[in-house]
T-cell receptor, first 114, second 113 residues
Framework: AQTVTQSQPEMSVQEAETVTLSCTYDTSESDYYLFWYKQPPSRQMILVIRQEAYKQQNATENRFSVNFQKAAKSFSLKISDSQLGDAAMYFCAYRSARNNDMRFGAGTRLTVKP | ETGVTQSPTHLIKTRGQQVTLRCSSQSGHNTVSWYQQALGQGPQFIFQYYREEENGRGNFPPRFSGLQFPNYSSELNVNALELDDSALYLC????????????FGSGTQLSVL
């Protein structure tokens, strides 16, 4: 079964600095999707960035980028120029291309200090 | 374009009771998924509905059941509530051809006493 591990329960970053959140996953499949979701106190899960496993190029969305290492099964999120509004829970997620079951990690709570 | 809406936002039930949670999907989306998020954990997939039929299920007992209506809105029903059912229940909608792109609602916080 696929599992997603986030080894950092909490992270802290100074405003305008850069922070990297870690994620590893376990799968025997070759075709899948990886995601980072943000969950602010409003509880709504917001998609931050998505990576298709067949794409070698790392996904980028403005200040957010990923380091996707398929062989190592690693999928880290880098947030550049951190803003106060980035403070939230961040969840890494895996979804097989074959089914509808999206697996989430336990989350990393990001604090941004002014 | 309306987003995903869930009702109610909070709910308190007692053990053994039954509960129904509701979800209106985002305009244009025909697929709805439900997730359970226990305190301090990531969401867990319960099931997905497409064209009014269950289209995938996670590791949840049969007392968790659902419905999808012709307008693509959905219900999650939980029978014989247990204390461990206390959690945030999230609904997410997507289009069939882009099921990897989920849009989530703000959830229903269920407390079972």
């Amino acid at each position: 079964a696929q599992t997603v591990t986030q080894s950092q329960p909490e992270m802290s970053v100074q405003e305008a600095e850069t922070v990297t959140l870690s994620c590893t996953y376990d799968t025997s499949e070759s075709d899948y999707y990886l995601f980072w979701y943000k969950q602010p106190p409003s509880r709504q899960m917001i998609l931050v960035i998505r990576q298709e496993a067949y794409k070698q190029q790392n996904a980028t969305e403005n200040r957010f980028s990923v380091n996707f290492q398929k062989a190592a099964k690693s999928f880290s999120l880098k947030i550049s120029d951190s803003q106060l509004g980035d403070a939230a829970m961040y969840f890494c997620a895996y979804r097989s291309a074959r089914n509808n079951d999206m697996r989430f990690g336990a989350g990393t709570r990001l604090t941004v200090k002014p | 374009e309306t987003g995903v809406t869930q009702s109610p936002t909070h709910l308190i039930k007692t053990r053994g009771q039954q509960v129904t949670l509701r979800c209106s999907s985002q305009s244009g989306h025909n697929t709805v998924s439900w997730y359970q998020q226990a305190l301090g954990q990531g969401p867990q997939f319960i099931f997905q509905y497409y064209r009014e039929e269950e289209n995938g299920r996670g590791n949840f007992p049969p007392r968790f059941s659902g419905l999808q209506f012709p307008n693509y809105s959905s219900e999650l029903n939980v029978n014989a509530l247990e204390l461990d059912d206390s959690a945030l229940y999230l609904c997410a909608s997507s289009s069939r051809d882009r099921v990897e792109k989920l849009f989530f609602g703000s959830g229903t916080q269920l407390s079972v006493l």
